[in-house]
């Protein structure tokens, strides 16, 4: 079993949809990291999370410790949201020393 | 644009070879992360600097090194090259090393392609 699994794997939706991709991972960690790829390979870090819930435009990251879950929800989905959406999860090494273990990513397209 | 440069874009070599990937983090970021995203292995950490000083190993091989100068840009040496080498190589800076590691922001990768 992967230490981060992400479902769905696949997920495509229509536009103005209301999108939640999960995340869930079986150690402790420092904080939990969603990412996005777009199609040319880029990646871009949409939210870092330790507690709590998270907003940023149309994107929302919760997590939950307790459960060691967490969710990223697309609100009025658009076409330009389609990527791959990568969860990461932190773990401290050492002091000073971190690691990131990625789940195996959720590939979202919107169709108009 | 995140402010980290990756350099070369693209690079196609041989099996055997030695090649150079360079990194330039974020203005002011201490801390450089080099990761390897492959086909059948997504992404994973590779190995982690925090002003010039090595912090964290994942799983990099022996066949591959890395640095990070006084500038704070950082270099990833891979040699004697395999076709498996064949990935994306992204780097990622960020501000701190600790005790909270903070946001990280990722270059643009670079596509090497080994043949």
């Known amino acids: 079993k992967n230490e981060v699994e992400q479902s769905p794997q696949n997920l495509t939706a229509q536009e103005g949809e209301f999108i939640t991709i999960n995340c869930s991972y079986s150690?402790?960690?420092?904080?939990l990291h969603w990412l996005q790829q777009h199609p040319g390979g880029g990646i871009v870090s949409l939210f870092m999370?330790?507690?709590g819930k998270k907003k940023h435009g149309r994107l929302i990251a919760t997590i939950n410790i307790q459960e060691k879950h967490s969710s990223l929800h697309i609100t009025a989905s658009h076409p330009r949201d389609s990527a791959v959406y990568i969860c990461?999860?932190?773990?401290?090494?050492?002091?000073?020393?971190?690691?990131?273990?990625f789940g195996q990513g959720t590939r979202l397209t919107i169709n108009p | 644009d995140s402010g980290v440069t990756q350099t070369p874009k693209h690079l196609i070599t041989a099996t055997g070879q030695r090649v150079t990937l360079r990194c330039s983090p974020r203005?002011?970021?201490?801390?450089v992360y080099w990761y390897q995203q492959s086909l059948d292995q997504g992404l994973q950490f590779l190995i982690q600097?925090?002003?010039?000083?090595?912090?964290a190993k994942g799983n990099i091989l022996e066949r591959f090194s890395a640095q990070q100068f006084p500038d704070l840009h950082s270099e990833l040496n891979l040699s004697s090259l395999e076709l498996g080498d064949s990935a994306l190589y992204f780097c990622?800076?960020?501000?701190?090393?600790?005790?909270?590691?903070?946001?990280?922001?990722f270059g643009p990768g670079t596509r090497l392609t080994v043949t």
């Open positions: 600097y925090y002003n010039g000083e090595e912090r």
């Open positions: 203005s002011g970021d201490l801390s």
């Open positions: 150690v402790g960690i420092s904080a």
């Open positions: 990622a800076s960020s501000p701190r090393g600790h005790p909270l590691s903070g946001e990280q922001y």
């Open positions: 999370l330790s507690s």
């Open positions: 990461a999860v932190e773990h401290w090494i050492i002091q000073g020393a971190q690691k990131l273990v």
